[in-house]
């Protein structure tokens, strides 16, 4: 099929052979250690073989980027204990049914017949409370940035429509917090970001401003296509080498210096910042979002408190360490013998974004 225009210039092998040289001129034989922290990216580079274009002194790491991934077992311990209560109906984003929560899954669970459907935005999840009267509807609001705003959205519809029986689980995280935490473990040391392209649709740049400026760590915002990351490589590398740190914009062509202010707007009027748990890197202050005490109604933690036991992982699994950037998948004892996408001992093996389901799909080594 024939790609539309503005889309397949950016696949254009001219233009890419162009960049890698470049790349390739400017780092010179010095070890350079960029990271990523989306999962679009992640799935971008292995699917398009970037990471095979580029000199072997350049290493790409893949951070917490995937929301999936990082959504801690405790939450789907919570939503599995909701979906097993009479007159509850869990709705969620299509990802999350197969994470293995610490005793089960959503999946196994709605086998076993519990009524867990799949949506693809908040607004279903108010229709299928509207439809279900006498029933409690709970919606599983994960992601980051760019998924809370829609959710904003549809709280502020429910409180309009007066829908008492929506509620929402809330897990929703911000980047920033994280990526201060991994500049600050020292565990690898990150030379560059490549800003995720729709996180900062809704941001904007000025959340990576720190990291250019308290750390010294140039950050350029990307879209997601080879001449989009080979952009944003090429310019990053340059930094580096010239010792330069400051935040860029290679997707100009979608995300503005100021973001989405309405959605921004949106997300401060029905979220306020709280402490959350994060897979791998655990709990970071003010690195979530809960619903603001006038929206407290829609709050499933508060409505209807449940106690779950104590969460637990894998003893093998090496998802936190993957996440955090510090071991590749194919490090882990299980990736490619027990743990396939259609046996996904761990988050990461989930989502079609998560690092070890890139891996194993694209058939990365090393
Ligand atoms: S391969 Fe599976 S078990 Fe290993 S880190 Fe990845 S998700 Fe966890």
């Known amino acids: 099929m024939r790609q539309g225009k503005y889309l397949s210039e950016f696949k254009q092998k001219r233009y890419t052979s162009t960049l890698v040289r470049a790349i390739k001129q400017a780092a010179g034989s010095m070890p350079i250690t960029l ?6 990216h992640t799935v971008a580079i292995y699917r398009y073989g970037i990471n095979t274009l580029l000199p072997p002194s350049i290493e790409i790491l893949a951070g917490p980027g995937c929301p999936v991934c990082v959504t ?13 209560k009479e007159r509850f109906i869990i709705v969620t984003f299509g990802d999350m049914m197969k994470v293995p929560g610490s005793r ?9 017949g519990a009524d867990i459907r799949i949506v693809y935005s908040a607004l279903e999840a108010l229709d299928i409370a509207a439809a279900s009267s006498g029933q409690e509807v709970i919606f599983l609001a994960i992601g980051f940035e760019t998924t809370a705003p829609t959710v904003a959205a549809a709280v502020q519809e429910a409180k309009k429509r ?3 029986n929506f509620h929402i689980l809330c897990e929703h995280k911000v980047l920033p917090p994280a990526l201060r935490a991994i500049v600050e473990g020292g565990e690898l040391r990150m030379q560059g970001l490549i800003c995720p392209g729709h996180v900062s649709v809704v941001t904007g740049l000025r959340i990576y ?3 250019a400026h308290d750390y010294g760590i140039p950050c350029v915002v990307a879209g997601f296509e080879p001449v989009d ?3 944003a490589i090429h310019l990053l590398v340059s930094m580096v ?5 400051r935040v860029a914009n290679e997707y100009s062509r979608v995300v503005l210096t100021e973001g989405n202010q309405r959605a921004q707007q949106l997300m401060q009027e029905v979220f306020e910042p ?15 979002l809960r619903l603001r005490p006038e929206y407290g109604e829609f709050d499933a933690n508060r409505v209807f408190p449940v106690t779950i036991d104590p969460p637990r992982e894998h003893p093998q699994c090496i998802c936190g360490d993957v996440l955090r950037g510090t071991k590749r998948p194919t490090e882990c004892p299980l990736f490619r013998g027990e743990c396939t996408p259609e046996t996904p001992v761990g988050a990461c093996m989930v989502s079609s974004e998560g690092n070890c389901a890139a891996y194993y799909k694209y058939r990365v080594d090393k």
């Not at 990271?35 to 679009?40: D, S, W």
């Not at 089960?104 to 076993?112: A, D, Q």
């Not at 080498?241 to 740190?245: L, P």
């Not at 709280?274 to 979530?288: F, I, K, V, Y």
């Open 162 to 164: 007066h829908q008492g």
């Open 35 to 40: 990271m990523e922290v989306c999962g679009t």
């Open 104 to 112: 089960s899954s959503l999946v196994r669970e709605k086998g076993r």
């Open 209 to 211: 401003e720190f990291l």
């Open 229 to 231: 990351i080979l952009k």
């Open 241 to 245: 080498i010239s010792g330069e740190a």
């Open 72 to 84: 801690p077992n405790e939450f789907i311990d919570r939503a599995i204990t909701y979906s097993q």
């Open 274 to 288: 709280c402490d959350a748990t994060w897979r791998g890197l655990g709990t970071l202050p003010l690195s979530g």
